[in-house]
């Protein structure tokens, strides 16, 4: 680089930082981010509604948070606070999860149909595991 061009260089970055305020593209590009946070948290809020009608409580409140100030820190700061409680905290709210959702499908004849058709499939291919598997155990004996 030439003299001239560092010194040209320099003047055109020191008028766009003194004049950043007031450069044409900026209101634009600042109501683009508006309007894709303002996207980010519709969406929020509905993936909120649909894990709470799913049983889930603590993720939820995560994003209820961040629908109400709409900032991202508060989204991945609530995950990175219930992900920093270790594993025991994931799968606390994923076991209190299955326990309501089977509970209420326990609650109504459809869904006590639905786990007895799972609880059957799981018992034959349980049967099968065993036909195949008791032959090599005695095999090993």
């Known amino acids: 680089m030439t003299t ?3 010194i040209a260089l320099a003047a055109v970055a020191f008028y766009v930082v003194k004049n950043f305020k007031s450069l044409p593209v900026l209101p634009k590009l ?3 981010v508006e309007t894709k946070v303002a996207d980010y948290r519709k969406d929020a809020q ?3 509604i ?3 009608y799913r049983g889930f409580r603590r993720v939820p409140q995560i994003l209820d948070a961040f629908v ?3 900032d991202a820190k508060t989204f991945f700061g609530g995950l990175r606070e219930m992900l920093g409680e270790g594993p025991d905290a994931v799968l606390k709210e994923l076991d209190a999860t299955f326990d309501r959702v089977l ?4 609650g109504t004849p459809e869904g006590r149909a639905v786990i007895k058709a799972r609880l059957d499939v799981a018992e034959k291919v349980a049967v099968e595991v065993v036909k195949v598997a008791a032959p090599v155990i005695v095999g090993m004996l």
């Open 4 to 6: 001239f061009q560092i």
């Open 30 to 32: 600042k109501a683009r």
């Open 46 to 48: 509905e993936f909120s």
């Open 50 to 52: 649909q894990l709470r």
């Open 68 to 70: 109400l100030d709409g």
């Open 103 to 106: 509970d209420s499908k326990l």
